[in-house]
């Protein structure tokens, strides 16, 4: 686009400084507020500067955006802020709120009492959610529905799901009181419905006559609310998402990687993405997997996160970089993941943000939500027909269950916090999850999904496993249209 703009300007006699070109290139309509400038102008000067267009913006913006109500002060304001920041070089990205994050906040010694109070404080967060359904109204606690002779409705935590030999599905379930056993018969509607444990559910259903079991006639899920297209904004910024690095690895893409780096220095910087956040997994790390160190290229975790600090710094001082934990970072395994330690952090440009995972933010009037996605691992296997080859079904299941890693006891280690970080309580507009090395984009209900590929080719390890990537693939979200693309460097 910058391109094409400048020649187009130049083309009819129009050059312009560096700094004047900056500013042109982020007007909605650059060649309409280059004429409307220029047509203030007695006369043209051979090359235009910064000055010649801030000193008449305010006239340029009240003519060009008529609709929007502003004073002479409040756009003079602007852009002598916006002049400060281009003349400093600094960045012109807005501000990025940590709305929820673990970092400093971490309670727990992970003894059992920890866990009881964390899976209480989950039943209570998404049991909030339930009791709003309106399959659910009149729900009663397991202890009275055991006693009842109808139709009744409970909220109960899944301690255990077990098949029997008839086929029939036998869940052990828990609400504050008491516990029972809910049989799913295997010619009930309800059986195609994948329940995993721990995670929080609600029961339509009867109990039998010894009043010792209920009988499912249906799972009700907390879910999200189905919203519509989301409204457009006027932020003309974008964000992309550059997730599993894998630094250190010996099968990085670099040059897939430099690619893209130039393209965000050019082309993509013009085009206004203005913020990169990276799902975790920034770098191979150590020992992550059996004979791991067979395919790695750098052996010492400080030197893998000294290579990352090098390859971010291409990044350009008007990008605003938010870096988030994975499972095969130096932070403890256990979810919900503190950012980086000092040590680490100290090898970065003070710029970086560092945020835990899973962390919400928000970013001009935007709430994200990115989780590296280690529960995929759990969800995958557990969850029918959930597949490595189309991580955006596992998202839409994490926020049907309202929760990023709802059963435990897998593949995912649960630090047992006061609080429950991994429930999904508020409805992010975008929702972003690395770790499966794929890529795609979707929409549940109104949130945009966004599983964010990787930076590194088939390891040898995935290939034992007859595991694809699709690596080199960055996808990028405007946060004004919400419209995304998927950019390949591959
Ligand atoms: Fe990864």
Redesign the pocket.
């Known amino acids: 686009m910058r391109d094409r703009v400048l020649e187009r300007l130049a083309r009819e006699g129009i050059l312009l400084e560096p700094d004047a070109a900056e500013l042109v290139l982020t007007k909605e309509d650059p060649l309409a507020f280059v004429h409307t400038a220029l047509s203030s102008l007695e006369q043209q000067p051979l090359i235009i500067t910064l000055s010649d267009l801030v000193s008449r913006s305010s006239a340029i913006e009240t003519s060009i955006t008529p609709s929007v109500p502003q004073s002479v002060e409040e756009v003079a304001t602007r852009d002598e802020h916006f002049l400060r920041e281009v003349q400093s070089g600094r960045t012109i990205a807005g501000e990025v709120k940590v709305m929820r994050d673990i970092t400093g906040n971490s309670t727990c010694e992970g003894n059992i009492n920890d866990f009881a109070r964390y899976f209480a404080d989950r039943f209570k967060t998404i049991k909030r959610m339930l009791v709003h359904r309106r399959e659910l109204a009149g729900c009663v606690p397991i202890s009275k529905a055991l006693k009842l002779d109808r139709d009744v409705r409970v909220v109960a935590i899944v301690n255990e799901v077990r098949e029997t030999k008839n086929g029939h599905r036998m869940l052990e379930i828990e609400d504050e009181e008491a516990r029972c056993l809910a049989l799913i018969l295997k010619d009930s509607s309800a059986i195609s419905d994948s329940v995993v444990p721990d995670e929080v559910i609600g029961i339509v259903g009867k109990t039998n006559r010894k009043g010792e079991i209920l009988v499912v006639d249906e799972i009700i899920r907390p879910d999200i609310p189905l919203r519509g297209p989301m409204e457009k904004s006027d932020s003309s910024s974008s964000i992309a998402f550059v997730s ?1 690095i ?1 630094v250190g690895s010996n099968a990085f893409l670099q040059r897939p990687w430099n690619d893209m780096m130039s393209w965000l220095r050019n082309e993509g910087y013009y085009e206004g993405v203005r913020y990169v956040l990276v799902p ?2 920034c770098v191979d790390g150590i020992g992550v997997f059996p004979d791991q160190e067979e395919e790695l290229l750098v052996d010492d975790i400080f030197k893998q996160y000294e290579l990352l600090s090098e390859l971010l710094k291409d990044i350009p001082d008007g990008i605003k970089l938010i870096v988030q934990p ?1 499972n ?1 970072d130096a932070v403890r395994p256990a979810e919900p993941q503190p950012a980086f330690p000092k040590e680490i952090k100290d090898m970065f440009d003070s710029q970086v943000l560092f945020v835990g995972n899973p962390c919400y933010v928000e970013i001009e009037g935007r709430l994200i939500l990115s989780y590296h996605g280690r529960s995929m691992d759990d969800l995958i296997g557990s969850i029918k027909g959930l597949t490595y080859n189309n991580p955006l079904e596992a998202m839409k299941e994490m926020l049907r269950r309202r929760h990023l890693a709802p059963t435990y006891g897998g593949k995912t280690p649960i630090a047992p916090e006061k609080k429950d970080f991994l429930v999904i309580d508020a409805v992010p507009d975008f929702f972003v999850t ?2 499966v ?1 794929g890529a795609g984009i979707s929409d549940y209900r109104g949130v945009r999904l966004i599983n964010a590929s ?1 930076w ?1 080719a088939q390891t040898s390890y995935q290939r034992m496993h007859n595991f694809n990537p699709d690596p080199a693939k960055l996808p990028v979200v405007h946060l004004g249209t919400c419209k995304c693309l998927m950019k390949n460097f591959n």
């Open positions: 599993d894998h975790g997994d994975g095969h690395g770790h090395h990787t590194q």
